[in-house]
Structure formats: structure tokens, C-alpha cells
């Protein structure tokens, strides 16, 4: 069996928990409630829909974000291969092998925001952590590096 020279799981961060949206959903709705009463009071009722469908909608999106955040990918580089595994929100698991020593690590700035990180081989592209936060990419780019790095040394000392 292969040496792990590199193993990572990537994964977005987490959004709040069941009681977390429960309490940011429930003080909404009850913002919304009160200034719902106050606009029927003053005779603005034709308003009241609108401030339910904040409600609904942040929930929605509150909803879209637990989907999304069940994204992963995992990197495992050992001398001979690269296997980069994604598991989508559904669940559904693709893989790709790529050969270590034909590899390169491609990000340009790490400052700009949005730059993404992606692994070049003859010509093709790969984007890995494309929901991890600036910092987090330049940490992932340096180590993916160093360990490409040792691999190719692997292969050439062999």
C-alpha cells in the first residue's frame, strides 16, 4: 500500500444548528408580527403580506444553506496518484485520479477575493475548496505544494 503524503477533507462551514435557526426564524417572525399589527393599525394593511414573505424567504435560504454545507471534498496524494473525491449536497460521490508528478497548484493571489485554487495537469483544470474562505485556499495551496513536492521526490528517489 502507497504512503499518504497528503490527506484532507474540505468542508464549507457549518451554519447554525436546528436551535439556532429555530431562534433567528422565531425573532423574525415576531418582528415582522408586531410591525404587521402596527401597519394594519394605521390602516397600511395591503403591507402585511410582504413582511410574511421575509419570513418565508429567510427560511429558504436558511434551508439552502444546511443543503449546501453537506459538500465535501476530499485529497489524498500519495506518491504515484492524486484522488481527489467530491460528495455533492445530494450525496451523489464522484472521483479523479490524477498522476502527482505532472501536477501544479494554481493560485495566483491569494488576496483577491474569489481567486480560486485549482490543480493544472496537461491542460486541464481541477478547482478544489471553492467554498473555503481566502485564508483558507493560501493555507491549502502551501501544503498542497510542499507535498507534491515530496511526492515527486518520492518517485524520482525510487
Not at 95 to 102: G, K, Q, T, V
Request: with cysteine; net charge positive.
Amino acid at each position: 500500500m502507497d504512503r499518504v503524503l497528503f490527506d484532507a477533507v474540505l468542508e464549507p462551514n457549518r451554519p447554525l444548528g436546528p436551535k439556532g435557526h429555530a431562534l433567528v426564524l422565531g425573532f423574525v417572525a415576531l418582528v415582522s408580527l408586531i410591525a404587521a399589527v402596527v401597519f394594519v393599525l394605521q390602516g397600511a394593511w395591503p403591507v402585511t403580506p410582504f413582511l410574511g414573505a421575509d419570513v418565508v424567504l429567510l427560511a429558504l435560504a436558511m434551508q439552502a444553506s444546511v443543503r449546501a454545507s453537506r459538500k465535501r471534498e476530499r485529497l489524498i496524494l500519495t506518491a504515484e496518484r492524486l484522488l481527489i473525491e467530491r460528495i455533492s449536497a445530494s450525496g451523489a460521490a464522484r472521483r479523479e485520479e490524477l498522476n502527482p508528478y505532472w501536477l501544479r497548484v494554481d493560485h495566483e493571489d491569494p488576496e483577491l477575493m474569489g481567486c480560486e485554487l485549482a490543480l493544472v495537469s496537461r491542460g486541464k483544470r481541477w478547482i478544489v475548496g471553492s467554498f473555503l474562505g481566502a485564508e483558507e485556499r493560501a493555507s491549502l495551496a502551501a501544503a498542497l505544494r510542499r507535498a507534491l513536492s515530496e511526492a515527486r521526490l518520492a518517485v524520482s528517489s525510487a
